[in-house]
């Protein structure tokens, strides 16, 4: 009795093994196979004139994403240049008064800007930037995109100055050196390695960010580097080119979307690195 | 007594509501180790961190009552001010992980912009790492970063630190009590070497160590300076019942 | 400081007579305040956000009231504009998406939870999954353009119905697919947070794995994981790309789950730019304003489950 009960038992745990493996494999497989199947169709696009110039009117082959890349990275210069001072600066005030009212009210800020959908940043990028300029504009979309990477420095700073020990502040504070010079020549160096992986890890997901940049940095068929126009960047191509009705054009889509993965997946990697080789022990 | 360098006049210090170091009154001589004792809990460390203004850092913490440098009363200065007159070692080594060996004895200066001259610096570095008896073992890794150093190492290099700035007064609190016995030695050699250099105030727990360095030895109960005078009276001859059962082992 | 260097290189320092020259409190100053600016201006764009959000649509708020969010007709033409066929795009895709997900969310949560807490394969699933939550979603988007929709069409024929491809079921998939790592990777991690002594009591007694997951694992862990569910559906509402590009782009009520909509993000990303007129944009925005109040709600508890769950 007791025995086939327990043979029981241990039949239902390998079923439910069996059942769990099987289950999780099924969704990891269709995973593994979408960027199977970007890469499959996009490395064959992939040359250096894809790389190196730019695109060429409908009807004629050949041309590339030279222009967006560079308005990608144009873009992500501006996020990360306005994102980057505000990011660490609130960052280190929540970390620094951690109890006080105002920083529980910016850490539910912080939580309300990461939840806000992207689609509402592009609305509020356009009413704050484009309509007062009259125009699209590079400085916009840079602007949005900053808006949604900020949540991410605020939140890894925090997370990694309140790491950092007491010790090393007294050991600054003792040697009469001021708070705001302890701060950013002792704590900000120590806790560099966490903030740079939160930049980068920000950077990897405001690179494929689509609608905030609809309505702002907008697009633009030709060549532009100036920020007061509106630009082109890979994902807003990708759209682009995959919902024209140009196979040629869904080719260069397939490209771009390659390119964008690999970015992401070099940002990941470094990011690893990063935190396996800077560890800083106290 | 000799020369005094540093006294307290009515010194308080507290936690919140609470009075932890009660109407402290004591002159501490120049060139002269003390020896800060007493029970676990007494406010030994409060105490010495009054001495630097490191105590009103904790939160709701705060000191009044006068403390004397030369003539200045260094509650009226800037606590930076301070800090940068007495220097302080901590309980457990704290050298800066970023910085090399070379830039943590400098510290002092490069994070509070002070340029100099390289040939300064190494001359800086030089005599504080020998006067912290460190010089020998790094003397061919300065440019490495300190956290290789054993723990022994890193307290010389934090002794070294604070050395280099050439403060009048070093606070220590229980600057051993991280260590092991070899360590614990070398480093109480040093201290003694120092006292031609520096005053040193050094809390510590350990009777014995007491002994072998200070000259003078405060004892503080729940607060209050007990009894305050040269190491070999206080230890053969304690006027205070309490210091008394305290040295015999009885309490702490 | 002064030194002097005698030829021995023998160094006398002068009593303590280092020059401080710093302006430290000057700089104190500056860097307070802004330290305390950043903070401030982080709260000020939220609420900075909202305000915009609800003044932009204050034209349509007064001109329909309620009706907007009953309203069935969008039609900017005749100037009418009722939310409703949007609201039930939205819905229905997100919680048709949650309902495909949470089966393999919680396998995979489950087995890198518990069966495969560490080594190789569950290092190699972790960075894939990682990976994956990084994919752009108009890549996803794109993706299901040209692999997911001729497969649903197919689909869609045996089962005799309209061959559209585009439409509420494919937005669905794809919405599943991108949310799945999501939620596998906070199910794991409230999974990771359940106390090794009381499993170990539980196998110390005999019970199998299955009995320990079915009776310890997962109802210690069961507000954490509802609270990566309700997460993933913050994501779900608020995603725009991918569903975009797939749900048709279609301003009536959805008549079945096969059929083309729109959800109130997509209908935002087709319609703003061309929106010409005020009461069209201010309509346009207010559904801006629902979806941002929605996801911001959802996501707050989410989240305070979550960090009472870590609490505990
Ligand atoms: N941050 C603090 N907040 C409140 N009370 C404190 C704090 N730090 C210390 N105290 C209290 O102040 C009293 C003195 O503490 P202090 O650390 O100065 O003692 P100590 O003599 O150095 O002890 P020990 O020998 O254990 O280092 C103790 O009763 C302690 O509980
Ligand atoms: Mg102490």
């Known amino acids: 009795m007791t025995e086939t009960n327990l043979k029981i038992r241990s039949i239902k745990n390998i079923i439910f093994r069996t059942i769990i493996i099987g289950v999780a494999l099924l969704a990891i497989l269709p995973l593994f196979f979408i960027i199977f199947y970007v890469i499959k169709e996009g490395l064959s696009a992939i040359n250096w004139e894809f790389i190196s110039s730019v695109a060429k009117p409908i009807g004629e082959s050949g041309g590339g994403i030279l222009s967006a890349l560079v308005g990608s990275s144009i873009l992500i210069v501006i996020a990360v240049i306005i994102a980057i001072p505000i990011g660490i600066s609130a960052g280190l005030y929540i970390s620094e008064h951690s109890d006080s009212k105002l920083s529980s009210m910016i850490r539910l800020s912080v939580e309300v800007l990461q939840g806000t959908p992207s689609i509402v940043i592009g609305i509020i990028g356009y009413f704050w930037f484009v309509k007062p300029m009259g125009h699209f504009s590079a400085l916009s979309g840079g602007i949005a995109l900053a808006l949604m990477m900020l949540p991410m420095i605020v939140k890894t700073a925090e997370e990694t100055l309140r790491m950092i020990p007491f010790s090393l502040k007294e050991a600054s504070l003792a040697l009469g050196v001021p708070y705001y010079k302890t701060i950013l020549k002792v704590i900000l160096p120590a806790g560099l390695s966490g903030i740079m992986t939160g930049v980068i890890i920000g950077i990897a997901r405001i690179a494929g960010e689509t609608a905030p940049l609809l309505f702002t940095a907008f697009g633009n068929a030709f060549f532009s580097t100036n920020i007061l126009k509106p630009i082109d960047s890979l994902p807003l191509l990708i759209f682009n080119y995959a919902t024209s009705p140009y196979t040629d054009w869904h080719k260069m889509a397939w490209g771009a979307s390659t390119v964008l993965i690999f970015f992401i997946l070099i940002l990941n990697i470094t990011t690893r690195i990063i935190v396996n080789k800077w560890k800083i022990k106290y | 007594m000799e020369n005094q360098i540093l006294t307290t006049e009515n010194l308080f210090a507290h936690y919140g509501d609470i009075d932890t170091i009660k109407n402290v009154n004591v002159s501490f001589p120049k060139n002269s180790i003390t020896a800060i004792m007493g029970p676990s809990g007494c406010g030994k460390t409060t105490f010495l961190r009054c001495l630097n203004r490191m105590h009103e850092l904790t939160p709701n913490a705060g000191s009044r009552g006068k403390i004397i440098l030369h003539d200045e009363d260094l509650n009226k200065l800037e606590p930076i001010e301070v800090r940068r007159k007495i220097g302080m070692v901590f309980q457990r080594p704290n050298p800066f992980p970023t910085m090399t060996i070379y830039d943590n004895v400098i510290a002092g200066y490069k994070l509070n912009g002070i340029r100099k001259k390289r040939i300064e610096f190494d001359h800086i570095v030089e005599d504080s790492l020998k006067k912290a008896g460190l010089w020998e073992e790094v003397k061919n890794n300065l440019h490495k970063k300190g956290s290789f150093l054993s723990g022994g190492q890193q307290q010389r290099l934090c002794i070294a630190r604070a050395l280099a700035v050439n403060p009048e007064i070093i606070l220590m609190d229980e600057p051993t009590s991280a260590l092991d016995p070899i360590a614990t030695k070398i480093i109480e050699e040093l201290i003694v070497e120092l006292k031609n250099t520096v005053t040193v105030i050094m809390v510590t727990h350990n009777l014995a160590q007491a002994g072998r360095v200070s000259d003078y030895t405060a004892f503080f109960y729940l607060g209050d300076l007990l009894e305050f005078g040269q190491t070999e009276k206080v230890f053969t001859n304690p006027k205070n019942e309490i210091t008394e059962k305290f040295l015999t082992g009885k309490i702490g | 400081m002064e030194l002097t260097l005698s030829n021995n290189n023998k160094i006398t320092i002068s009593s303590n007579s280092i020059k401080y020259s710093d302006n430290w409190k000057l700089g104190e100053n500056i860097f307070n305040s802004v330290l305390t600016g950043s903070g401030i201006m982080i709260i ?163 019970a199998t794995r299955y009995e320990v997951i079915k009776k310890i694992v997962l109802p210690y862990a069961k507000s954490g994981i509802f609270a990566g569910i309700i997460l993933s559906l913050g994501r779900a509402l608020g995603e725009t790309m991918a569903v975009t590009m797939l749900i048709g782009n279609f301003n009536k009520m959805p008549t079945s789950i096969f059929a083309p909509a729109n959800t109130m993000a997509s209908v935002i990303a087709n319609e703003f730019s061309e929106s010409t007129f005020e009461l069209y944009t201010s309509s346009l925005i207010e559904i801006g304003v629902l979806l941002f109040i929605v996801s911001t709600v959802i996501n707050l508890i989410g989240k305070w489950v979550i960090k009472r769950m870590v609490v505990r």
Do not use: C, H
Not at chain 3, 138 to 163: Q, S, Y
């Open chain 3, 44 to 206: 000020m764009i939220v609420i900075g956000i909202f305000l915009t959000l609800i003044l932009s649509s204050l034209p349509s708020i007064k001109q329909f009231g309620i009706n907007f969010v009953t309203g069935t007709t969008w039609d900017p033409v005749f100037e009418r504009f009722g939310a409703l066929p949007f609201i039930a795009g939205t819905l229905i895709t997100s919680f048709l998406a949650l309902l495909i997900s949470i089966p393999f969310s919680i396998a995979i949560s489950i087995l890198l939870g518990e069966y495969f807490k560490r080594g190789i394969f569950s290092g190699f699933i972790k960075s894939m999954t990682e990976l994956l939550a990084g994919v752009p979603s108009v890549i996803f988007g794109f993706w299901g353009i040209f692999f997911l929709v001729p497969i649903v069409r197919e689909f869609e024929k045996i089962l005799g119905i309209t061959a559209y491809g585009i439409g509420i079921f494919s937005s669905s998939i794809i919405l599943a697919i991108m949310i799945i790592p999501f939620s596998a990777s906070v199910g794991r991690e409230v999974i990771e947070l359940v106390p090794s002594d009381i499993k170990e009591a539980a196998y110390a007694m005999g």
